[in-house]
C-alpha cells in the first residue's frame, strides 16, 4: 500500500527560486493538509483542503500556495523561496468524519527535506 | 485550544514496558486523547485514540483517568523499533481538523 506518497524526497534551493513539492493520496481520503516541521518542534499546519477545489488556510500560511488538482492530489508552491522555509515539508490525509467526533486518523508521507541557500 | 504537557525525554530498556504519561487538565468533555508517534526521519504515524475508556490495539494500550485530566500510553514490551516521538493530541483544530503538536516526548530504548 503506497498511502501517501511525497516527492521530491530532498532538495535545495537558493533563495528566490520557486518549486512545487508534490502529494498524492491512494486511499480516496477527502481531507488533505500540508504542515511544516522546524527543528525540535511540532508539526505546524500550513494550509488544508477539505474537498477537491477547496483549500483553506492554516497557521503559518504565508510564501506558500497549494493546488488540490484532484481527490488524489494536493501540491504546495513556494513562489520565492527564503530561508526562513528551510523545513521538513508533511503532507497528510484524513477520511471523513464519522459520527459527531472529528476522531479519524491522519496519514503523514514521510516528507519532503528542504533547504533554501 | 486545551493544551497537554508530557516530558520532554524518557529512557527504556528492550522488553521492558513503557508508561509515557501526559497531563490535559483543561480537556474538554468532546476532546478525544489522540496518541501519535514519529520514527527518525519519517512522518508522524498513528498510535492510538481514546474518549473515556481504556483502549488496547496491537500498538500500545491508551489509560485513560477517569477524571480525563491525564492520560498514559503503554507499550508492553519496548523494542529498539519503538524509539520514537511520542505526541499527545487533544484535538484537531477547529473546523479544519488538523492536528496541534506539542514537543512530545522522546524515547530512547536502550538494547
Known amino acids: 500500500n503506497a498511502g501517501v506518497t511525497q516527492t521530491p524526497k530532498f532538495q535545495v534551493l537558493k533563495t528566490g527560486q520557486s518549486m512545487t513539492l508534490q502529494c498524492a493520496q491512494d486511499?480516496?481520503?477527502?481531507?488533505m493538509y500540508w504542515y511544516r516541521q522546524d527543528p525540535g518542534m511540532g508539526l505546524r499546519l500550513i494550509y488544508y483542503?477539505?474537498?477537491?477545489?477547496?483549500?483553506d488556510k492554516g497557521e503559518v500560511p504565508n510564501g506558500y500556495n497549494v493546488s488540490r488538482l484532484n481527490k488524489r492530489e494536493f501540491s504546495l508552491r513556494l513562489e520565492s523561496a527564503a530561508p526562513s522555509q528551510t523545513s521538513v515539508y508533511f503532507c497528510?490525509?484524513?477520511?471523513?468524519?464519522?459520527?459527531?467526533?472529528?476522531?479519524?486518523?491522519?496519514?503523514f508521507g514521510d516528507g519532503t527535506r528542504l533547504s533554501i541557500l | 485550544d486545551a493544551k497537554t504537557t508530557q516530558p520532554n525525554s524518557m529512557e527504556s530498556n528492550e522488553e521492558e514496558p513503557v508508561h509515557l504519561p501526559c497531563n490535559h487538565s483543561?480537556?474538554?468533555?468532546?476532546?478525544?486523547i489522540h496518541w501519535y508517534r514519529q520514527l527518525p526521519s519519517q512522518g508522524p504515524e498513528y498510535v492510538i485514540h481514546g474518549l473515556t475508556s481504556n483502549v488496547n490495539n496491537r500498538m500500545a494500550s491508551l489509560a485513560i483517568a477517569e477524571d480525563r485530566k491525564s492520560s498514559t500510553l503503554i507499550l508492553h514490551r519496548a523494542t529498539l523499533r519503538d524509539a520514537a516521538v511520542y505526541y499527545c493530541?487533544?484535538?484537531?483544530?477547529?473546523?479544519?481538523?488538523?492536528?496541534?503538536f506539542g514537543k512530545g516526548t522522546k524515547l530512547s530504548v536502550k538494547p
Open positions: 486511499m480516496n481520503h477527502n481531507s
Open positions: 483543561t480537556i474538554s468533555g468532546t476532546d478525544y
Open positions: 493530541i487533544l484535538r484537531y483544530g477547529g473546523s479544519q481538523g488538523n492536528l496541534i
Open positions: 497528510a490525509s484524513r477520511p471523513p468524519r464519522q459520527g459527531s467526533g472529528s476522531n479519524q486518523p491522519q496519514h
Open positions: 483542503s477539505a474537498s477537491e477545489g477547496t483549500t
